[in-house]
């Protein structure tokens, strides 16, 4: 059976976040009020590596492309050859008013697919290279909303998807701080296309808001996209998840 909260609280701390905080999630909002030092977010290389490659099976992470987060931010520590881009994304990736934006435990590992590495990737490194360079949140905003303007990030791919099937992960303080799923990122606005949310329904949406949960993005010049959510029965090793009743 599909755990709705559980999947929910994956697309409220790591990707995007859903519209209204749970009210658990608000009890924590001053727990992390700033950035921690950088070095709490920061993993040894090898580590790091391996836990990217495990957001996949490894028929297809062992042949991506894996980045991992330096001092100045992502770094590619090996080229692959398939296509795809294994990461670990940090709490920063969630929307800035997330309660956990700064929380320095989260360790989302991902494996995107060609399509997503070209529309996402860009993405996460603009922010990630902002934050580890000392910038404030308004200063991230208004370089997302710059790079958008002048064309210098990409419009979102169709096709995109995103692995999240590491049993290693670490997503949000809350329940059991992870979930096997896959995401697939989307400008379509008719989440019933999609059957999200519909009753019986294994696919969760929320949107992808760059700014908060109460601040409409498009209105800031920021595209507004939705990220599509599957929870999945098994961990990347072909082991079983717990999806909990």
């Not at 070095?39 to 836990?51: G, H, W």
């Not at 994304?89 to 969630?94: F, P």
């Amino acid at each position: 059976m599909i755990n709705e909260g559980r999947i929910r609280t994956v697309l409220v701390v790591l990707i995007t976040a859903i519209s209204f905080l749970a009210p658990k999630a608000a009890a924590q909002s001053d727990k992390y009020p700033s950035m921690a030092p950088v070095n709490q977010y920061l993993m040894e290389r090898t580590a790091e590596i391996l836990l990217a490659r495990s957001a996949a099976p490894d028929s297809i992470s062992s042949d991506a492309t894996v980045l991992v987060l330096g001092s100045q931010g992502y770094e590619t520590a090996i080229r692959g050859k398939n296509g795809f881009v294994c990461m670990v994304e940090r709490s920063w990736m969630a929307q800035f008013d997330s309660p956990e934006f700064w929380n320095p435990k989260v360790r989302g590992a991902e494996c995107l697919n060609r399509q997503a590495a070209r529309s996402i990737v860009p993405i996460a490194e603009l922010r990630a290279r902002m934050v580890m360079t000392g910038r404030t949140k308004a200063e991230i905003v208004s370089a997302l909303e710059a790079a958008f303007k002048n064309k210098q990030l990409p419009d979102v791919e169709s096709g995109n998807m995103v692995f999240m099937m590491s049993k290693s992960a670490y997503l949000s303080d809350q329940g059991n701080h992870n979930g096997s799923h896959l995401m697939f990122f989307n400008t379509l606005r008719d989440v019933k296309d999609w059957g999200a949310g519909a009753p019986g329904s294994p696919v969760f949406s929320s949107p992808w808001w760059f700014l908060s949960s109460q601040e409409s993005s498009h209105a800031k010049g920021l595209p507004p996209v939705f990220v599509f959510a599957v929870e999945v029965p098994k961990w990347s090793d072909g082991s079983a998840a717990h999806m909990e009743q």
